[in-house]
């Protein structure tokens, strides 16, 4: 429930007793959290659950099952708004960014689907981000950020007339942002605003946080220790279900929470070792030296942008690569051609698996030999089959589950989820998973087949530094054992395990040696 009570002074938001419950389970119990005038707040800790439904439930998402939060900050306003004739509740001081997006087309008929962005004759449903910003409008007249002053603080002058579906992962988190602030909230709660976006884009964070909170907004955050922005005041600390230290910043020890979450090297214990060489058993891979990628001066263009330009690019079997690049440089267009979604494939000079793309094989042909998973794919997945129906689904390339399985493959997916930790959640829908076990479960989607190629485009976003650390020891486990191709992307050096030996670099579309 929220409340009007008599506020303190100065108290702008608290929440007093507060029980969350998601899918039956206690998230979080007995939270108390008071937000004062000119004060920051960074959340961090686990479960990622919780820091998301703490932001949820200040944002009024979801209900609070006892407890309460009071919105004293909302005060003036909603008196302002007595015998006006019209509605006015504290939601319209709350702007709140999700990890994912919800973008809708034009119509508002459906919503995207991952391969969108690169089909040309798909975006023109889609609305621009000058579109976007321009039709969301505060509900009260405090207006202090404009459009075009959010599109300026976020570095969208060139973007703005590109239609959301062609921005890429990074380039759509800032527009999330950008969206919230023409909203002119009192207090803005963001979800790990740093996900997603490239080293430049985050080192510029901190100025863009300054420059919001010297509006008159105040931030709420979950992030991680290492990415406390130094704008923050105040730390909530989040251990199990409940709020176990909050304080000043200069109070709290963060360095012990930072070493629980820097880089570690896991050991997998032998019996899971030997499930993974069981599991690899019956692969069948090109021969060794066997070229699976050749690309020779390829290019791609939608209208006059050019957006990827005379590429040349070699991969051999059993080579790791880590694919880099600024938000925008044109890595998930590379993809895109490798991957069998993007049309423009067969236009192109592309090789793979020893095969010249547009001599007759099909789409499917190229999919069953790859792996992959991707921000786009995690967004657009449906959340509706069971955690077990979207692993399976990896066998066939299908976004959902639609044909009959072997008892083999069951087996095999079973054992796989048991490997994620994933066993006690085989039946469970995919909505009703947090966002970092959903990440593993598509993970567990993109190696159930055995690929000859693995694409893992920001594997580990999301995911707690354990089960990070987890991925990048399975992924090096399976490296040695298969020999698999690997394309890996990520903005984060600690994110690449060590089985990653060479590097390509994209900028504005071409390869920087």
Known sequence: MSSMATAPPFTLLEMTGATLVRNGAIVLQHAGFCVQ?????????EPETAKNYLLQALAGKVVINQGAVHHFHASSYLQAGEGNGGYRTHHDLVAYVPFHHHFRSKSNTQNFYYQQRFNSADADDAATVRELLSKTRPKHNDIRWTTDDAITLFGLDKLADKALIKLSNGETRRLMLATALVKNPNILLLDHPLVGLDVE?????????????????HVIMATTPQEIPRCMTHVAVIENDTIAIQGPVDQIYLNKYRQLATPGNVALPDAMRGTIRTLFEQRTTPAIGSPIISMNDVSVRYGDKLILDGINWRVEQGEAWSLKGHNGAGKSTLLSLINGDNPQAYSNDIILFGRKRGTGESIWDIKKQIGYVSPELHQYFPKNHTVLQVVLSGYFDTVGLFRKVAPAQREAAVRWLQLFGLSDAIQQRLALLSPDKQRLCLLARAIIKNPNLLIL?????????????????????????????????????????????????????????
Do not use: N
């Open 37 to 45: 005038h000119g004060q920051q707040w960074a959340i961090i800790g």
């Open 201 to 217: 884009a985050r080192s510029r964070f901190e100025g863009i946080l300054q420059a919001i909170i010297q509006s008159g907004i």
């Open 457 to 513: 485009d920001e594997p580990c976003q999301g995911l707690s530094p354990q089960h990070r650390d987890f991925f990048k020891a399975l992924m090096d486990e399976i490296h040695a054992v298969s020999g698999t191709t690997i394309i890996y992307v990520s903005h984060y050096e600690e994110d690449i395990p060590s089985c990653v030996t060479k590097y390509i670099r994209l900028e504005q579309g071409r390869i920087k040696l």
